[in-house]
T-cell receptor, first 115, second 112 residues
Framework: GAVVSQHPSRVICKSGTSVKIECRSL??????MFWYRQFPKQSLMLMAT?????????EQGVEKDKFLINHASLTLSTLTVTSAHPEDSSFYIC???????????FGPGTRLLVL | SQQGEEDPQALSIQEGENATMNCSYK?????LQWYRQNSGRGLVHLIL?????REKHSGRLRVTLDTSKKSSSLLITASRAADTASYFC????????????FGAGTRLAVHP
């Protein structure tokens, strides 16, 4: 149980376009979802925390107008990278929690390449 | 800002040897967790140790926590080639924070 999926697993886009990444909790209702970003050979950096039905809380230095997060239901959160640029190329990972926020279940990640 | 530093950054050993990774952190915590990440994949939760615990075992894994030194170690005994991955510690603070903060990670390579 506690499976989290992400779609797509990999996306290549042109500079200036927007890209949407979905994070779904498949067998549980996620009260909170988290979005992380990971550059090659580096650690996970928390970007934002999203709670169903409310606005996401962004970490310091993360542009909320650049990275739009929508958590419309208890099983789905989306991250939209707007006007993507090559420096946005990264591995984006989501996680979800339902009981207590100390236990997070991670998705498989989405690799974004902006040309 | 992210907290948590791990050493070594990279570790290369032979199958059968033990691998020890260390993690240090800066603030008070409720628990510390260790994760494994295979190249280009998501994270797999390995073990959680609470602030009032000093040692925990799970199969070939042994985790220690020293809150006075704000440090933790992960020991993998009798390593296998399949253990090759990056290992991250992550600290959790409740009380308004409620988020995991990841360390820099240790890249472990186990050679057959």
């Amino acid at each position: 149980g506690a499976v989290v999926s992400q779609h797509p697993s990999r996306v290549i886009c042109k500079s200036g376009t927007s890209v949407k990444i979905e994070c779904r909790s498949l067998d549980f209702q996620a009260t909170t979802m988290f979005w992380y970003r990971q550059f090659p050979k580096q650690s996970l950096m928390l970007m934002a925390t999203s709670n169903e039905g409310s606005k996401a809380t962004y970490e310091q230095g993360v542009e909320k107008d650049k990275f739009l997060i929508n958590h419309a239901s208890l099983t789905l959160s989306t991250l939209t990278v707007t006007s993507a640029h090559p420096e946005d190329s990264s591995f984006y990972i989501c996680s979800a929690t339902f009981t207590d926020q100390e236990t997070q279940y991670f998705g498989p990640g989405t690799r974004l390449l902006v040309l | 800002s992210q907290q948590g530093e791990e050493d070594p950054q990279a570790l290369s050993i032979q199958e059968g040897e033990n691998a020890t990774m260390n993690c240090s952190y800066k603030t008070s915590i409720n628990n510390l967790q260790w994760y494994r990440q295979n190249s280009g994949r998501g994270l797999v939760h390995l073990i959680l140790i609470r602030s009032n615990e000093r040692e925990k075992h799970s199969g070939r894994l042994r985790v220690t926590l020293d809150t006075s030194k704000k440090s933790s170690s992960l020991l993998i005994t009798a390593s296998r080639a399949a253990d090759t991955a990056s290992y991250f510690c992550a600290t959790f603070r409740s009380g308004g924070y409620n988020k995991l903060i990841f360390g820099a990670g240790t890249r472990l390579a186990v050679h057959p």
